[in-house]
């Protein structure tokens, strides 16, 4: 999630419950954690780094099923962008929550994830979805951000660290007391896993990132150590994603090594 120690947005208060609105209204209601995002601009990578910068993997996992973007955004709501930008590797993942009603028909998560995207790319003018990836109360793994998911698409969900990072966002709200799908940590478990397992790190370990925004915990240029698996509040003055997930995620560090195949 996008969230903002005061405040749920980036750029001010909003507080919005999907589904109570329709079209446009929907639109600009809708609930984002949007503090805490750097829009990434500039002319960052745009190729792939050689194939021989990158060290072999010794401890991978299997590649999770992932739902493409073609399946949630439709061509008359997309918007023009620019070219995806890319870091070499991911080393590290930021877990999300929403802020969005927890309570949804899985078949019915395309249409929300579009109004993410509109409420982004329209409200806010920003050229893609923030996250990398979306995952439902059911399991199911969403691509967000456009790039390519084998690839390290620098995303836009956490301010200060965005680069050599995946934002994974968990669709719900996950505040104190709330239940955690089991089928919703297994997925953000397995992607985990996947993604770190390119760059063969340890999903328990930590791992050293440079600020790039003074709006993040940390000034602009300072080194940070975080966890390979952190919560947004790790990056950022927060409470995303939620006590209740944020309470979830050493389990997930556990069972994406064992994905790994670590012991």
Known sequence: ??????????????????????????VLALVL??????????RSRTAAPPAAAVRPAVHTAVRPTIVPRSRWLEARTAHSQPPPRYD??????????????????CADVPRIIRYLYAGQTGVRNW??????????????????RAGGVDRAVTGAHTQG?????????????????????????ESIAALAAWKLGLADVDPRGTVRLVSSNSLS??????????????????GFMTTCPGAALTASLPAIRARAALLQGRR
């Open 33 to 42: 954690c949007a503090l805490g995002v750097e829009r990434v601009v500039g």
């Open 127 to 144: 050229d893609d979805i923030g996250y990398n990836f979306l995952v439902d109360r059911c399991g199911t793994i969403y691509e967000g």
């Open 1 to 26: 999630m996008w969230r903002p120690a005061p405040g749920r947005w980036a750029t001010r208060p909003t507080l919005i419950v999907l589904g109570c609105v329709s079209g446009l209204l929907a």
């Open 217 to 234: 915990r940390y000034a602009s240029g300072t080194a940070a150590v975080l966890p390979t698996v952190a919560g947004h509040n790790a």
């Open 88 to 105: 070499d590797r991911v080393v590290a993942v930021f877990v999300h929550h929403t802020d969005s009603p927890n309570v949804y028909d």
């Open 161 to 185: 660290f965005n680069h050599r990072t995946a934002g994974i966002a968990a669709i719900g709200t996950f505040t104190a007391g709330a239940v955690v799908p089991r089928a919703m940590t």
